[in-house]
Structure formats: structure tokens, C-alpha cells
């Protein structure tokens, strides 16, 4: 017990240098200066720019994706995904290939408007615009034991499937990458109001990284210690007791 719980802590230990390195890492390309994506996203090294803060111009299509159910400040809702189709970089004749883009949270009554289709989808009208978003660490995440499927005739996703969504909005034949980007809210104006007026709330430009394993590796040591204290302890008593030694009865 003492041996596996040492080991146990020796290895929470080096997911805290991990955990370390990992918010070193975010918070070091948060800090940078937000990047303009190119023409055309090489998928391969997307996960080199994870948590990256991009800038995007262009004007947002539908149709709109349903992402949840999640809750924002005990509302329940969804969140809001619509193709971003890029404009031209500066000096580039080049078309930019179409995008996801996170618009935020929306409540359940919006989203159930949108899939009526008695609900405007914001954004649609906006024209060009240029929005400020995050890439994200997983673009397409696994889907979790018990996550159910999505359901794309439905539009109900449950898990964020960029590829699936991306080929749901049209794919290679429209031109759309599966790259997914959170669009980021400054706090300007407060989430109550956005949600009162249907405007997608978008996420911090932050990122909190729950890190525990300094608090696991403690646990796991001081349960070494303490069960090898107890051992000797168990030892020496044994060691210490005497063996009588037993007659034999005749009858």
C-alpha cells in the first residue's frame, strides 16, 4: 500500500508540470496579439494554435447549428454556430475557405424559435462585419460514454463534431473547412441584457484551467506515510509478542 500510493503521488506530480507548462502555454498565446487566419487553414497545425485569439472578416450564412443543451448563469439554452464566409485578406485575390464560428449562448427559447424558423438568427442581417474569437484546444472533441449521438436531420448536437458540422453545412463543395472558432465577448455589455435581446453571449478572453494535482500528490503522499508508519507499527507489536510454549495433555 505504501509503495503504490508513493507512486500515486510520484505521478500527480508530473501531471502538475504538465498542468504547469499547459496554462504557461495559454496564458503565453492569449497575451499575443490576435492573428489573421490564412486563405485557406492547414487542419495539421491547428493544434499548435490552440487558445490563439484570431481576427475575422466577412459575413456570417446560414443554416444555424444547435449546440447543447448547456446553461449560462442557471439558463438553459444552447449555443449558437453559424459558417463564417470569409472576405478576401488584404492584397489577396484569393477566396478564404468558409468557417465555423461560436457565436455564444442563446436561451432554449430562442434556440427552439430559430428551429421553427419564427426566430430570427442573429447575424444573418449584419452584413460584413469583423469579430474577435479563440480557436480551440479540441476542434473536433470526443464524444463522451454517455453523450448521444448527433442528430444533424434534427439539427441537435450534442457533441462538437467540426467535421460533421462542417459537411452539414454544405462541406468541401461550399467551400467549408472544419475549423471552429469561439467568438469572444469583452464584457462590455452585460449577459442578462444580450440574453433579454436574443444576442448571442460569447465566451471571456480567458481561459481557467482547473489544476489539482498539487492537492492530489499531497493526499497520495501523506497516505504513503501514514500506512507505512502504520506497518511498523503493526511490526514491531508483532515482533514483540512471545510465543508460550504449549504442553501436551495425556489422559
Do not use: C
Amino acid at each position: 500500500m505504501p509503495i503504490v500510493t508513493f507512486f500515486l503521488g510520484v505521478w500527480q506530480v508530473k501531471r502538475l508540470r504538465w498542468k504547469l507548462d499547459l496554462i504557461e502555454e495559454i496564458e503565453r498565446n492569449i497575451e499575443r496579439e490576435p492573428m489573421l487566419l490564412p486563405p485557406h487553414v492547414n487542419l495539421t497545425a491547428l493544434p499548435d494554435f490552440a487558445f490563439r485569439r484570431v481576427l475575422l472578416k466577412g459575413h456570417f450564412e446560414g443554416p444555424p447549428l444547435l449546440f447543447g443543451p448547456i446553461v449560462e448563469q442557471g439558463f438553459p439554452g444552447y449555443a449558437l454556430i453559424l459558417p463564417f464566409v470569409r472576405s478576401p485578406l488584404p492584397n489577396s485575390t484569393t477566396v478564404p475557405s468558409t468557417i465555423l464560428v461560436n457565436r455564444g449562448f442563446i436561451t432554449k427559447t430562442r434556440a427552439e424559435g430559430i428551429k421553427a424558423g419564427t426566430e430570427p438568427v442573429p447575424g444573418l442581417k449584419d452584413g460584413e462585419v469583423v469579430i474577435e474569437g479563440m480557436l480551440t484546444k479540441r476542434f473536433t472533441e470526443g464524444k463522451g460514454s454517455w453523450t448521444p449521438e448527433n442528430e444533424p436531420e434534427k439539427n441537435e448536437w450534442f457533441w462538437k463534431d467540426a467535421k460533421g458540422m462542417a459537411e452539414f453545412v454544405g462541406g468541401e463543395e461550399r467551400g467549408v473547412q472544419p475549423v471552429l472558432v469561439d467568438a469572444i465577448d469583452d464584457g462590455s455589455i452585460p449577459s442578462s441584457y444580450l440574453m433579454q435581446q436574443g444576442i448571442p453571449v460569447g465566451r471571456p478572453p480567458t481561459v481557467e484551467v482547473r489544476n489539482q494535482h498539487a492537492t492530489y500528490a499531497m493526499t497520495w503522499f501523506s497516505l504513503s506515510a501514514a500506512t507505512a508508519i502504520m506497518l511498523v507499527l503493526l511490526f514491531r507489536r508483532g515482533k514483540g509478542k512471545k510465543v508460550l510454549p504449549t504442553r501436551s495433555l495425556r489422559i
